[in-house]
């Protein structure tokens, strides 16, 4: 096999030619050492950019603790006797003390059917209708408040079991559940209603064996208190409904629920136990805690991001060693930003005298590092005595001087200042009207079927049939038809059916241009006549700072291009017309939260520096291919020149040797010794 030039360089004249193409060859390499080296500090400098986004983002997600404003509004609530209730307080909460004494806890209506051996064993096929409302004297009044839900059982589901999991399945505000008792057929099934005295169930089975009142098949589950046993009532009570009831401050309270949220503004009682004629102390107070917690996180965070930039730009003189950010011109651009906050005021301050506006008034210091710390005992007395100031310092805030208009948030856009409110129209709610007095009979059939549209869902019921004592009977029914039919209830949407008169009028419980009701079917003209009067609802309208504003059920947003866009306003009422100011601001961690979605977002001026660096390296990528394939052709001339060297070198020396042959046999002179 021949050998290869390349491999046999030098075997003809001597000379180490791969070592003499090797240190030619790493003087032209030291392009590519320089590229290597730019590259690793570029890698080192993205490594530090991701650092000091860590340092940022967590910063950022302890300014949120902040900007809410929840933890400057926290309230915090205490029982005397702690067994009573427990507490809960939000928004609202206002401080003081209250009496309390729970005279009667929530309780939910409970019946249970008779005993079977196993669950498995078949009940029967059919359906069962669930109505919630009370009971008086025997006689059932519908609660129009409450979904009247139908679940179907079918074969498969004709199981004790079956039935338990189909109640269930339906979520209709009913739980089904199977109790053993212990004998040879104990298992009995239970069903459990909500909390509250209008919440009695009454069970109406539609037996497939066509008896929906005897002791066989479906209607075994047949409850109706009016009925008696094997006539309609074949379940028995084992709880009745009940309200919770509670003297607050001497007032007498009754609520559905044992978790009372609506009794004191901005504080929830989830009732235990009761405490008759030994009321209790419940005492409303500032959280102080919670607002110290999230400022020492602030604070803790803030410390780390100058932590982290002074390790990154440090300039050792002893050494002569710079960090790898050091003369950073972004870094010191986002120090310099972080630090004119903690420095600056609050957009938007009043200049009302004693109102903070700066962090310093609330205890924070700043050292000398550029680190700070809190004044923990100028904060918390700040927080006893101006806890609204405090939020107004920290949080983006609005405050109208309307009592029913509301503050609802702002966009990044939104600019500080104080902006008019006047407002042309206010919300209204869709409503169909009947045009004469309702029939109280309905027949199955004939007029039992109903379709219902309202805001733009669509439903169908079966209304049950009956002579009802009155309008507001039939009313409840209706009502219970309508919100407890399953398209309904998963939209969200309900109705409320009222009288007046005798004649229903239908409303619903949505604002806005979307709210509207309308009804078809057998049963239509016997609730609401042959002319009824249907009125679709209105979204508010008005304009903010004088500009037409954007009108969504009760809320108004600002328009684009205004100082105030972004703007959200709830308008709950109230005359038309001019309706005072809202005043919007924003305090120091609203800044921090704008600055730092700036600085993190995927164009943001980190991210931007980080793609910049990357993009350089992509480009030193391209410049080492390309400089790697031209040493690859300057070695390949090298190796090319120092083959032939070494060819001519072979052949000058084939010939000297043959010169030096030649001339040593040639014939000596003549020496004759003379």
Not at 75 to 102: F, I, K, N, P, Y
Not at 478 to 504: H, K, P
Not at 579 to 592: D, E, H, P, W
């Amino acid at each position: 096999m021949a050998t290869s030039p390349l491999a046999s360089a030098g075997i003809g004249s001597g000379l180490d030619v791969n070592a003499i193409i090797d240190k030619l060859m790493s003087i032209e390499r030291r392009p590519l050492d320089a590229i290597a080296k730019q590259q690793t500090i570029y890698q080192a400098k993205i490594s530090a950019y991701g650092t000091l986004k860590g340092a940022l983002s967590a910063l950022q997600t302890a300014v949120n603790g902040l900007t809410s404003g929840s933890a400057f509004g926290a309230m915090s609530a205490t029982l005397s006797d702690t067994a009573l209730a427990a507490l809960a307080t939000g928004r609202g909460a206002v401080a003081g003390v209250h009496s309390v004494e729970v005279t009667a806890l929530a309780q939910a209506h409970r019946v249970a059917s008779a005993g079977f051996v196993t669950q498995a064993d078949t009940v029967g096929t059919g359906t069962l209708t669930f109505s919630f409302g009370t009971y008086a004297a025997g006689t059932f009044t519908a609660n129009a408040s409450a979904a009247t839900a139908t679940v179907t059982i079918g074969a498969a589901q004709s199981s004790l079991a079956g039935i338990r999991d189909a109640v269930n399945a339906a979520k209709i505000g009913v739980t089904a559940s199977i109790v053993d008792d212990g004998s040879a057929a104990g298992k009995r099934l239970v069903f459990t209603s909500a909390t509250g005295a209008d919440m009695s169930m009454k069970v109406t089975v539609a037996d497939a064996d066509g008896n929906a009142l005897d002791a066989a098949g479906l209607s075994q589950l047949a409850y109706d208190p009016a009925g008696t046993p094997g006539a309609g009532r074949n379940m028995e009570q084992k709880a009745a409904a009940q309200s919770a009831s509670v003297i607050i401050d001497g007032i007498t309270v009754v609520k559905s629920s044992n978790v009372i949220a609506d009794a004191i503004e901005g504080v929830t009682l989830t009732l235990a136990r009761t405490n008759v004629g030994a009321p209790a102390s419940l005492t409303v107070q500032a959280d102080a805690e919670a607002a110290q917690k999230a400022m020492d996180a602030f604070v803790k965070a803030y410390n780390d991001v100058q932590k982290t930039i002074g390790n990154l730009t440090r300039y050792n003189a002893d050494t002569r060693q710079a960090s790898v950010l050091t003369g950073d011109a972004t870094v010191r651009s986002v120090q310099a930003k972080l630090r004119s906050l903690v420095a600056g005021s609050i957009a938007g301050a009043s200049g009302v005298a004693g109102e903070l506006a700066t962090l310093a008034q609330a205890g924070v210091k700043t050292a000398l590092d550029g680190t700070i710390s809190v004044d923990a005992a100028k904060f918390s007395a700040l927080l006893a005595s101006d806890p609204a100031g405090i939020e107004r310092l920290f949080s983006a805030v609005g405050r109208a001087s309307d009592a029913l208009v509301g503050y609802a948030g702002a966009t990044d856009k939104t600019k500080v200042g104080e902006y008019a409110v006047n407002v042309t129209q206010l919300a209204t709610r869709g409503t169909l009207a009947g045009s004469a007095a309702a029939a109280l009979t309905i027949t199955a059939g004939v007029n039992d079927a109903l379709t219902v549209t309202v805001d733009n869902v669509t439903a169908s019921v079966t209304l049950a049939p009956g002579t009802y004592a009155d309008a507001s009977a039939l009313a409840a029914e209706v009502a219970g038809r309508i919100n407890g039919a399953q398209a309904v209830r998963a939209a969200g949407r309900s109705v409320a059916v009222s009288t007046s008169g005798g004649v229903l009028t239908f409303t619903s419980a949505s604002y806005g241009s979307a709210s509207s009701v309308s009804l078809s079917g057998t049963a239509a003209t016997t609730l609401v006549g042959g002319a009824p009067v249907a009125t679709g609802g209105v979204d508010v309208a008005g304009t903010i700072d004088g500009v037409q504003a954007i009108g969504l059920g009760r809320t108004l947003t600002a328009a684009a291009g205004t100082p105030s866009e972004g703007l959200r306003l709830t308008v709950d009422g109230g005359a038309l017309g001019a309706r005072g100011t809202v005043r919007y601001s924003q305090g120091i961690a609203a800044l921090f939260g704008t600055l730092l979605t700036d600085l993190l977002d995927s164009d943001g001026l980190v991210e931007a520096k980080t793609d910049g660096v990357e993009a350089s390296i992509k480009q030193l990528d391209k410049r080492k291919d390309a400089l790697q394939a031209r040493l690859e052709l300057v070695e390949a001339a090298y190796r090319k020149q120092y083959v032939a060297l070494d060819a001519t070198i072979s052949r000058m020396s084939a010939i000297s040797t043959y010169l030096a042959q030649q001339l040593a046999n040639l014939p000596k002179p003549y020496d004759d010794g003379k």
